[in-house]
Each structure stands twice: as C-alpha cells, then as structure tokens.
C-alpha cells in the first residue's frame, strides 16, 4: 500500500511543476522549488524499509523529477515547446530528452527511428539474455571473483539500455522523437565518451544544461567536468542511503574516479597524445579495462539494492 503512496506522491509531482513554471515572480518560483525539492527526494521513504528494490527505483525517478524541477525553474529545458500544453509537459516531465515534431513528415520519421531502435534493443537483449543463459547454465560463473565482475558488468550494460531503448521505441510510435538515452555503452573508447555520450543521457542532458555550460562549459571544462561528478557521486550516494540506510562511500568514490580519469583523458587527447596509438578496437579494450577495475566500487552497492545476481532463465 505505501509503494502505492509513493507512485501517487511521485506522480504529482509533473502537475505541480506545471504550476511551478506558470509561477512568474522569479522568488515565488525559487520558494516552490525550494518547497519540492525536499518532498520529492523524501518520497522513496514512503516504502517500508524492507523493501530495498523498490526504494532504489522510485529514487531514481526521484532524482530525474528533481533534475526537471531544477530545469523548471530555472527555465532550461532543452525544447520549451514541450511546455505549450500540459499533456506536452507531462511527457517532458517524464522524459526531458524528447520533442513533439512539427510536422507529419517528420513525425513518420520518428516512428520509423522507433522501430529501428526496438530491432536494435532486442538484438543487444538477445546479448544479455546469452549471458543470463550462462550464468544459469554454468552457475559457478558467478563464484569465480574475476569472471563475476566481468559477468554483471556487462550483463547491466546490455539489459539496461536495450529495455531503455525498447520502451522509447515503442512510445515513439505515437510520433514523439526521444533521443536515445544509451548509445552502445559498450563500444565506449575512452572515459569522456563513456560518459558524456553514450551512458544515461535523461541525466547527461540536464546536468548539462544546470551545472555543465553555467560553469563555464568547454571554456573551463576542468571546473565543470569535476562539478558534474561530484554532483552525479552526490545523487548515487542519496540513492545508496535512501535504499540500505547506510553507505560506504563506494558509489561516491566510482563517480570521483571516473571523473578524474575523464578529466586526465581529456588533458592528454589535447594535447595529442592518443591520436596515432589509439586505434578504435584497442581504445574501446582500454576503456573496457579501466572500467572493469572499477566495477567492485559499483556493483558492491548495487547488487544490495538490485540483486539480479540471482536471475536465471531456467
């Protein structure tokens, strides 16, 4: 029955956003933001503590409504069309990183996009589904600690974005066009491509246009890129406590790392020192190694919140 609290609790806060950007006094707007912004993030602790999954998924829609309310009322939204109408703003409010084209021209072609993406999201499914056949066909996979990493890791990066892409394709037949919100994650050659173009772009975006550009952008990428992922480590820390109560500070450190390492990358791709030995099939190795030294830090927590440890298909 709370979860069910917490959905209505969540679901309400598209419409009170809607009057948040009706509001036209710039410190009434700041006050109902400041207002929100506590309510949402307490949502999740509607849900009994028990229920640790269901805390971890609510928060993660906690933390992108937050992002749209901080868009909101800053009045940064990537396509202010979407704010024409209220059912407009709802689908933004769910999804920012969507637009409602102009013409029929262009929404057949969003349509026809959808259905290229569904093919794609059932082909890297198929992938996920062959490593979820062999974990339930050789369960010592999971015991060896080596193979256990490499094991989740991928399984989370090809199941992730292929039901992510599936489920936009699919509301892409309305006629909406949503940009994709991962971009084969596995095929990352270096941190900075990892990151900013291809892994969880719902969140990319908004921190983009809040923290990134305000910051200076690619004028100070140094101050920018490492406010990002203090605020990203900031936002899976809430989800770490909001779920288990208590955290390690093993999410806080991944994002820091993953920061620093992107800031290095971004230094010596500047001055050159990749162009001719980083060839795409060794970056995309490279990168796939940095990233597989990491993932302890990651997955520690997550496999708390989310224990897809346990899926088999048989």
Known sequence: ?????????????????????????????????????????????????????ARFFVGCFVVL????????????????????????????????ECYWPDTPEARREARRAGRQRILRA???????????????AWPALAEHAILRWVYFSYTLVFLVPSGIAGLTGLMMQTGLD????????????????????????????????????????????????????????????YLVLISL????????????????????????RRRNRFRRMMRPALAVACHSLWFLLGVPLFLGPMLQMVAFDSWVLW
């Open 178 to 237: 949503f940009a994709e919100v991962f971009r084969n994650p596995a095929l990352a050659r270096s941190p900075r491509d990892f990151w900013s173009r291809r892994w969880n772009m719902a969140f990319h975006g908004p921190v983009t246009r809040l923290i990134f550009r305000p910051l200076g952008g690619m004028r100070r990428p140094f101050v920018g890129i490492l406010a990002v992922f203090l605020f990203s480590a900031l936002c899976h820390e």
């Open 65 to 96: 409504a937050a992002l749209r309310l901080w868009e909101v009322a800053c009045r940064a939204t990537a396509h202010p069309e979407m704010q024409r109408t209220f059912g407009r703003f709802l689908v933004y409010f769910a999804n920012a």
């Open 245 to 268: 109560g208590s955290t390690t500070g093993a999410w806080f450190a991944f994002f820091m790392l993953q920061g620093v390492a992107t800031l290095v990358y971004g230094e010596l």
């Open 122 to 136: 059932l082909l890297v499914a198929s992938l996920g589904a062959a490593l979820l056949a062999l974990r339930t």
């Open 1 to 53: 029955m709370r979860l069910f609290v917490a959905i209505a609790a969540l679901l309400c806060l598209g419409p009170l956003a809607w009057l948040l950007i009706h509001t036209r006094r710039g410190a009434t707007r700041w006050l109902g933001l400041a207002v929100l912004l506590p309510g949402a993030l307490a949502i999740p602790r509607l849900i009994p503590a028990d229920e640790v999954s």
